[in-house]
Protein backbone atom coordinates (compact mmCIF):
# COMPACT_ATOMS: atom_id res chain seq x y z
CA UNK A 1 0.00 0.00 0.00
CA UNK A 2 1.26 3.17 -0.94
CA UNK A 3 0.82 6.31 1.08
CA UNK A 4 1.99 9.68 -0.03
CA UNK A 5 2.68 12.23 2.35
CA UNK A 6 2.25 16.11 1.28
CA UNK A 7 5.14 15.71 -0.76
CA UNK A 8 5.73 19.14 -1.17
CA UNK A 9 2.35 20.45 -2.17
CA UNK A 10 0.13 22.97 -0.02
CA UNK A 11 -3.39 22.57 -0.37
CA UNK A 12 -5.56 25.37 -0.26
CA UNK A 13 -9.74 25.66 -0.26
CA UNK A 14 -10.59 28.52 -1.81
CA UNK A 15 -14.12 30.30 -2.84
CA UNK A 16 -15.94 28.71 -5.05
CA UNK A 17 -15.85 30.45 -8.39
CA UNK A 18 -19.72 29.12 -9.50
CA UNK A 19 -21.41 29.94 -6.82
CA UNK A 20 -19.61 32.94 -5.21
CA UNK A 21 -18.95 30.60 -2.31
CA UNK A 22 -22.84 30.14 -1.20
CA UNK A 23 -22.64 26.65 -1.88
CA UNK A 24 -25.87 27.16 -3.34
CA UNK A 25 -26.80 26.39 -7.46
CA UNK A 26 -26.28 29.42 -9.54
CA UNK A 27 -29.30 28.22 -11.60
CA UNK A 28 -31.84 28.43 -9.52
CA UNK A 29 -30.51 30.28 -6.72
CA UNK A 30 -30.48 26.84 -3.94
CA UNK A 31 -34.15 26.14 -4.55
CA UNK A 32 -33.66 22.99 -6.87
CA UNK A 33 -36.49 23.87 -9.03
CA UNK A 34 -35.82 25.92 -12.69
CA UNK A 35 -38.29 28.37 -14.28
CA UNK A 36 -38.18 27.72 -18.04
CA UNK A 37 -40.82 30.38 -20.28
CA UNK A 38 -42.38 28.15 -23.07
CA UNK A 39 -43.44 30.41 -25.85
CA UNK A 40 -44.66 33.05 -22.79
CA UNK A 41 -45.80 30.74 -20.38
CA UNK A 42 -43.92 30.43 -17.17
CA UNK A 43 -43.41 26.78 -16.62
CA UNK A 44 -41.57 25.41 -13.92
CA UNK A 45 -39.52 22.60 -14.61
CA UNK A 46 -39.63 19.54 -11.36
CA UNK A 47 -35.78 19.97 -11.05
CA UNK A 48 -33.61 21.84 -12.17
CA UNK A 49 -31.07 20.31 -14.27
CA UNK A 50 -27.76 22.16 -13.57
CA UNK A 51 -28.32 20.32 -10.11
CA UNK A 52 -30.83 17.22 -10.32
CA UNK A 53 -32.82 19.09 -8.18
CA UNK A 54 -30.56 19.08 -4.82
CA UNK A 55 -30.05 22.64 -4.77
CA UNK A 56 -26.55 22.31 -4.48
CA UNK A 57 -23.65 23.69 -6.27
CA UNK A 58 -22.37 20.75 -8.40
CA UNK A 59 -18.76 22.29 -8.80
CA UNK A 60 -17.95 22.46 -4.73
CA UNK A 61 -20.71 19.65 -4.09
CA UNK A 62 -22.48 22.27 -1.60
CA UNK A 63 -19.39 23.48 0.85
CA UNK A 64 -18.35 26.73 -1.10
CA UNK A 65 -14.90 25.85 -1.42
CA UNK A 66 -12.85 24.13 -3.67
CA UNK A 67 -9.44 23.29 -3.23
CA UNK A 68 -6.25 24.18 -5.03
CA UNK A 69 -2.79 22.65 -5.23
CA UNK A 70 0.03 24.54 -5.40
CA UNK A 71 3.69 23.76 -5.48
Not at 13 to 21: P, Q, R
Request: with cysteine; charged share 25%.
Amino acid sequence: MLVFHNMGMKHMAEKCEKCNGTGKCSKCDGTGEKEHGLFGLGLIEEYCIECNGTGECQYCNGTGKVSRSND
